[in-house]
């Protein structure tokens, strides 16, 4: 196993742990259809012999269960499948994964399927993240967004947890979610798109199939509301392979969450801008288009002032292009000048 692949071995271990939360399932629309308390659970498992020479290969096997906490889906990842599933790390145990999209534009039946893991730490309290699986059919078509909000340990640790009281309700409101059917916060779900406003300035990494690199990155997000329903106007410089300029803006579709991305190659198609509540904000294609780029994004306001973003981009021929994950700062907004004159 290379040098990369260990390491992206250990970035996979670390993230081992049980996890309590909510599972939600939203269709294309960001209509949510399904919620339930759930347990994400990752551990090693048992190594399995590949050869007659005795070569043996550990892996993790990831659990989830639904209330009432059955199994419902198991799956396992060994260590040299890892690089092969295109799975990539980043500091504070952020993940991305997600195959090419050759078996998928042929018609197989088998859906595409991209997975983002982000977990940030709150005033060193909790260590919260949200696993965001977003689905497409056979025909490319935007099928559902699978989203599990999670906090580490078994009920029984929140209640002993060194959050005050208030911070603890505020928490389990917009992750947990308890099983007497409160909504998600809905202040949370509506300041999303106006936190999202104004300039961010920060730092990202970026990791190609070939190699890693950091860059700078300035965004410029402005917040439109019209009859339509609303929209996060953005432009972005940031230097990986080059200088990489691209725009989003309000659609002129009927759908209410529709918006425009401008493609590499001059094109423009249409991205679903979806407000999962507690700050976390997703962007990805209705459709994925053919022979043009694309990517998938997550965003995490971790508070007002700060975000973090998760991003999976695709070259035109379908392939796996390059993964990023930066961190931004929300920048003042500048002061306008004041002019007088005399009477």
Request: hydrophobic share 35%.
């Amino acid at each position: 196993m290379s040098s990369a692949g260990e390491n992206l071995w250990t970035s996979c271990v670390s993230t081992l742990g049980t996890y309590q939360g909510n599972r939600s399932r939203y269709n294309a629309l960001g209509v949510l259809e399904e919620r339930k308390r759930c347990t994400l659970k990752s551990q090693l498992c048992s190594p399995v012999t590949i050869d007659t020479k005795g070569t043996t290969l550990n892996g993790v096997e990831t659990t989830l269960s639904e209330e009432p906490f059955q199994i419902e889906e198991k799956r396992v990842v060994y260590e040299d499948e890892i690089e092969a599933l295109g799975y990539v790390y980043f500091e504070q145990g952020a993940a991305v994964s997600g195959g090419p999209l050759q078996t998928h534009i042929m018609g197989d039946p088998v859906r595409f399927k991209v997975e983002h893991t982000i977990r940030v730490l709150n005033n060193s309290l909790f260590l919260c993240g949200a696993r965001v699986i977003v689905g497409y059919d056979s025909e490319g078509q935007l099928h559902e967004v699978d989203v599990v909000r999670y906090i580490p340990g078994d009920s029984d640790d929140l209640a002993n947890s060194r959050a005050p009281a208030s911070k603890k309700l505020s928490l389990l409101s917009d992750i947990l979610v308890e099983a007497v059917g409160y909504q998600e916060s809905f202040a949370a779900f509506c300041a999303t798109p106006k936190l999202q406003s104004g300039r961010w300035i920060g730092e990202g990494a970026a990791i190609f199939p070939e190699k890693k690199g950091t860059y700078a990155v300035k965004s410029s997000c402005k917040f439109v509301a019209d009859v339509s329903g609303f929209a996060i106007v953005m432009s972005e410089k940031s230097e990986t392979q080059g200088e990489i300029t691209f725009g989003l803006h309000l659609g002129k579709k009927d759908s209410e969450h529709a918006i425009g991305f401008q493609s590499a190659q001059g094109r423009t198609h249409e991205v679903r801008m979806l407000l999962l509540g507690g700050g976390i904000c997703l962007l990805c294609p209705t459709r994925i288009p053919e022979k043009e780029s694309f990517f998938i994004e997550v965003s995490w306001l971790t508070d007002q002032f700060h975000r973090k973003r998760l991003i999976r981009y695709y070259d035109e021929s379908g392939r796996w292009s390059h993964s990023s994950f930066t961190n931004e700062t929300k920048q003042p907004p500048k002061q306008k000048k004041l002019t007088f004159t005399s009477i």
